[in-house]
């Protein structure tokens, strides 16, 4: 039963980014981004493809490098040629199957034989048993951490503000462009490291780990916000 609960205390905390990636695009930007799944698939990719050179430390902010870039390219996609966000995401969604398979080089990796970092925080003996939920815990309290931060910066309050008013952001002198795309970005680089640390976890990337990730996330999101709600009314 313990083994249950450890198990689904790690999945969960690992896959909470991707909650936080749709809060980002979805409620505070008001957009509906599809990219997710690819973009996930693409974290576990590069994670994977670079683990196996040896530097899983590494993996991670290449993983979210890579999500960035397909943050960029919905927003381009949306901005620059006005293709609607929800066309966009599906466009690029698409062309990530191509772009995930050629840098798996298969339609699946293996890292059994490979170092990830919850094998190195593993040697190390700190926390045991624990130790998987320590280091996605660990990661993603300084995701949470370094997002408040940000969005309470100049360029975080016109993120948050592109999606309350996008006129309101124009007549302030602020390009709801720029806002836009940075806030893809984001959104999409938290997507890939959550898809960066599954791949390290069950040390094994796979092209269709991403299947339904936006699905999943917007739920999680849903029902999070449902009992928060609650809550504070109660």
């Not at 408040?148 to 309101?168: E, K, Q, Y």
Request: a neutral charge; one cysteine or more; charged letters at 10%.
């Amino acid at each position: 039963m313990l083994t249950i609960v450890q198990t689904a205390l790690e999945a969960g905390v690992i896959y909470a980014l991707v909650a936080l990636a749709l809060f980002l695009s979805y409620t505070i930007l008001d957009i509906a981004d599809l990219t997710t799944d690819g973009a996930f698939t693409l974290g576990c990719a590069v994670s994977a493809t670079v683990c196996l050179t040896g530097h899983p430390v590494l993996a991670l902010p290449m993983a979210m490098l890579a999500g960035a870039a397909a943050g960029f390219v919905t927003a381009f996609l949306q901005t620059k040629l006005g293709v609607p966000s929800i066309l966009a995401g599906i466009i690029t969604n698409f062309g990530l199957y191509s772009v995930n398979l050629t840098v798996m080089g298969s339609a699946n990796v293996n890292l059994y034989k490979s170092d990830t970092i919850f094998s190195l925080v593993k040697e190390t003996g700190f926390a045991g048993s624990w130790h998987k939920l320590l280091v996605a815990s660990v990661v993603v309290l300084a995701v949470c951490v370094l997002l408040v931060l940000f969005l309470g910066t100049r360029l975080g309050l016109s993120i948050r503000a592109t999606g309350d008013n996008t006129d309101m952001v124009r007549a302030s002198s602020i390009n709801p462009v720029f806002t836009i795309t940075v806030g893809l970005c984001l959104a999409n680089a938290m997507t890939a490291l959550s898809g960066a640390l599954i791949a390290q976890y069950q040390k094994s990337a796979d092209m269709n780990l991403g299947t339904g990730m936006v699905v999943l996330g917007l739920a999680s999101l849903i029902i999070g916000q449902s009992v928060i709600s609650r809550g504070k009314s109660g």
